[in-house]
């Protein structure tokens, strides 16, 4: 059972370069989430879809666009990159439904600008 | 002030050691508490979770709440090098689904 797979795993861009961040989920979750953790900063939230078709924004969302491709995907899209945008981006899903419904992450997509 | 308070750290404790993690948070229409434990290079992942006030155990680990002073805690008894981690907590009201997060403190167990 892979979960939550995020792709690539690390990747060096140059200021201004366009890149998608890649995220599928196999739990047949309806809500996924996508955020970035920086040192003294946190886990801060991007963009999140509670169901397909629909996606809303987070804390942190401008220079990021998503698009839920399916029940599946979630991607992350960054149109022209900036050194503030080095991160470690996270993509996360969960059920909905009443009480607590745990949050599943992937194992990060590590990002430099240079 | 941000919502939820968690001093990042580093803790650093010899094997064995009783660990304390805390948290504080000022919105009172918090229901759900959660702790998560990241390892390096890894995502995190959910190690506990209480439903408004009281206590959660669950082997070594003991989740506590307290609401009228807005403070959560977990506690780890007889800590081993294999719980070196960053522990976040979370929180939710009852209707938003967003998690608010601490900014995680690291614990390194010492052997």
């Known amino acids: 059972n892979a979960g939550v797979t995020q792709t690539p795993k690390f990747q060096v861009l140059k200021t201004g370069q366009s890149m998608t961040l890649q995220c599928a989920q196999d739990m047949n979750h309806n809500s996924m989430y996508w955020y970035r953790q920086d040192p003294g900063m946190g886990l801060r939230l991007i963009y999140y879809s509670a169901s397909e078709g629909t996606t809303d924004k987070g804390e942190v969302p401008n220079g990021y666009n998503v698009s839920r491709l399916n029940k599946r995907e979630f991607s992350l899209r960054l149109e022209s990159a900036a050194p503030s945008q080095t991160s470690v981006y996270f993509c996360a899903s969960t059920e909905t439904g009443t009480g607590i419904q745990p949050q599943h992450f992937g194992d990060g997509t590590r990002l430099s600008i240079l | 002030q941000k919502e939820v308070e968690q001093d990042p750290g580093p803790l650093s404790v010899p094997e064995g050691a009783i660990v304390s993690l805390n948290c504080t948070y000022s919105?009172?229409?918090?229901?759900?508490f959660m702790w998560y434990r990241q390892y390096s290079r890894k995502g995190p992942e959910l190690l506990m979770y209480?439903?408004s006030s009281g206590n959660k155990e669950d082997g070594r680990f003991t989740a506590q709440v307290d609401k009228s002073s807005k403070y959560i805690s977990l506690f780890i008894r007889d800590s081993q090098p294999s719980d070196s981690a960053t522990y976040l907590c979370a929180m939710l009201t009852g209707n938003n689904r967003k998690l608010i997060w601490g900014l995680g403190t690291s614990l390194a167990v010492n052997p």
């Open positions: 209480t439903y």
């Open positions: 919105n009172s229409a918090f229901q759900y």
